[in-house]
């Protein structure tokens, strides 16, 4: 069981209050002076309750006098805590049990800012990725999507469309469309050095578009928001996502350099479709795990944010899967 650390800052009159909300969530809570407020609650939790002690904190403390609260991953503590118990039915419907919202949003807008490391790490992935396709290397093409860091934008955009986050969403798209056109670009210019077979098994199987491809993309969609909202490793998710995302790309850029322009358009195609359905299962997987603001009067504007953007993903991916469907009949 993963645990975490509670430590909240509260002013003594609700010193007493939060010490036994926090005791329930777990099995250990204490008070200690000082503080930024002159008392300090810490507690012991799983992580997966790190969610529900957040919200109990806020909800019951932050009205009635200054509050700040901290969460840090802790590695280990004896003797080991007791197993609480699972959240309720009800705390599973208000917050995204495993973690915080802040944990979660807190990672996602880290991997969605764009700076040189991202960049360097699409190029890289980019030129891995190509060199599989043209050789028929599977393992390159492998390794290449082990590097490519397309998880976290593609997971801020949902996440923003579902909290009503604009600034975030406008980051993560500039993000995104950085790191595609990079990969186009370079994509391109590798399949001008290299020469381009388009019969090659690796390479031709990205240009054939198909209705399982979408399957594959929404899982994807749906195991990274999963990984971000239960603290599982997301490198793994990261895997799945660039499965969709970057080979279809890459091919799509090293077509073109062969002039193979029809080809080209499926994968572009097959792209896009995956950026659409990745995006839309995102979404859905994080308005099911509850995340929302958590101040009151940014939730209608989140609930209207999250439905205009579900219903224009659907009617895009349904769009869009009518063009693989027609394409991939061809």
């Known amino acids: 069981m993963a645990l975490k650390i509670i ?97 979660v949003y807190a990672s996602i807008a880290d991997n969605a800012k764009l700076h040189r490391h991202y960049l360097s790490l699409v190029v890289l992935a980019a030129i891995v990725a190509g060199i599989g396709l043209s050789n028929d290397n599977t393992a390159a093409v492998i390794g290449a999507m082990v590097v490519a860091p397309l998880l976290g934008p593609n997971m801020a955009i949902a996440l923003g469309i579902v909290l009503g986050d604009s600034t975030l969403v406008r980051r993560a798209l500039v993000t995104v469309g950085a790191g595609f056109a990079l990969t186009l670009v370079f994509s391109i210019l590798l399949g001008l050095v290299l020469g381009v077979d388009p019969a090659t098994p690796e390479l031709a199987a990205r240009s054939r578009v198909g209705v399982w491809d979408l399957v594959l993309a929404l899982a994807a969609g749906c195991a990274g928001a999963l990984a971000f909202t239960s603290g599982a490793p997301t490198y793994l998710t990261g895997v799945m996502v660039a499965v969709a995302l970057l080979p279809p790309t890459v091919a799509s850029g090293m077509l073109v350099s062969a002039g193979e322009w029809r080809g080209a358009a499926s994968a572009l195609l097959l792209a896009g479709s995956n950026v659409t359905a990745v995006t839309l299962a995102a979404m859905l997987t994080f308005a099911a795990r509850g995340m929302r603001p958590r101040n009151w009067w940014l939730e209608e504007r989140a609930r209207s944010s999250a439905r205009v953007g579900i219903a224009v993903f659907v009617a895009l991916l349904c769009l869009l899967g009518g063009l693989v469907f027609v394409a991939g009949q061809r």
Not at 7 to 21: F, G, I, L, R, T
Not at 42 to 47: H, N, P, Q
């Open 7 to 103: 430590e909240a800052h509260v002013s003594e009159e609700v010193a007493e209050e939060a010490q036994e909300m926090l005791t329930e969530l777990g099995d250990r809570a204490w008070i200690e002076e000082g503080g930024r407020f002159g008392k300090v609650v810490r507690a012991v939790l799983g992580a997966e309750r790190s969610g529900s002690a957040l919200d109990a904190l806020h909800e019951r403390l932050a009205d009635r006098g200054r509050l700040m609260v901290l969460v840090q991953p802790l590695d280990a503590v004896l003797p080991r805590p007791l197993a609480a118990k699972s959240p309720n039915r009800e705390e599973r419907l208000r917050t995204a049990d495993a973690v915080s919202r802040e944990e």
